[in-house]
């Protein structure tokens, strides 16, 4: 939620939805239960994907959270990575979900029924190389030696030439890849009846 701040402001910042004033993002997590369990006041320029993983973490509360959703802006290859690494299910409503891209490992003639609709292949050599070090990101996030929010913002400042941020991001391209084959297979995908107002599912 965007909100119009009228004083100076760490998190305030220019931006059209404002015209010629600043504002900042408040970023709420909502339960199935249908109760705020985590709010974040950020940046209204910076992407709600840098600060999913802060609001599933760093809540405070007895919700044991199992799975996320998302739109668009909370979503990336890296969020999807980290995710799947800490434990939870992440599924965003992605926009455009037919034109994204899909990965496979290997050659893609090796999934015969799905060849078709496969058209990029996973650099397993540097998940490989890096898989230790992603480990040790992934178990510092958990026991809160750095926030979520600062790793993936760095990560997402660095080159593409990073190794650790490629290989978490590569990652996530295959956990994105599955994600995407179960959604368009699911018949009856929990997703479609998912509202902007319950993004986020746990289960106590």
């Known amino acids: 939620m965007r909100v119009q701040v009228g004083v100076y402001s760490l998190h305030a910042d220019a931006n059209p939805h404002y015209g010629t004033g600043k504002g900042a993002t408040?970023?709420?997590?909502?339960?199935?239960?249908?109760?705020?369990f985590?709010?974040?006041v950020i940046n209204t320029n910076a992407r709600d994907a840098?600060?999913?993983i802060d609001g599933l973490l760093y809540h405070e509360t007895y919700?044991?959270?199992?799975?996320h959703y998302t739109d668009t802006a909370g979503y990336t290859d890296q969020v999807f990575g980290l995710s799947h690494l800490l434990g939870f299910k992440f599924a965003p409503r992605i926009r455009d979900i037919s034109e994204i891209k899909l990965y496979c490992i290997?050659?893609?003639?090796?999934?015969?029924?799905i060849e078709s609709i496969l058209n990029g292949r996973i650099n397993i050599k540097i998940i490989e190389k890096n898989f230790d070090d992603v480990l040790r990101l992934a178990h510092s996030i958990r026991e809160g030696k750095v926030t979520g929010s600062l790793i993936m913002g760095k990560l997402g400042s660095y080159a593409r030439q990073n190794a650790l941020a490629t290989a978490l991001r590569e990652m996530g391209r295959i956990e994105r890849t599955i994600f995407i084959l179960d959604y368009i297979t699911n018949e009856s995908n929990p997703l479609e009846d998912v509202s902007k107002e319950d993004l986020i599912k746990v289960r106590p």
């Not at 290997?106 to 029924?113: I, M, W």
């Open 38 to 40: 985590y709010t974040k």
């Open 50 to 52: 840098v600060h999913v």
């Open 63 to 67: 919700l044991n959270i199992e799975e």
């Open 106 to 113: 290997g050659k893609a003639s090796d999934y015969t029924k």
């Open 26 to 36: 408040m970023y709420r997590f909502v339960s199935d239960q249908f109760s705020t």
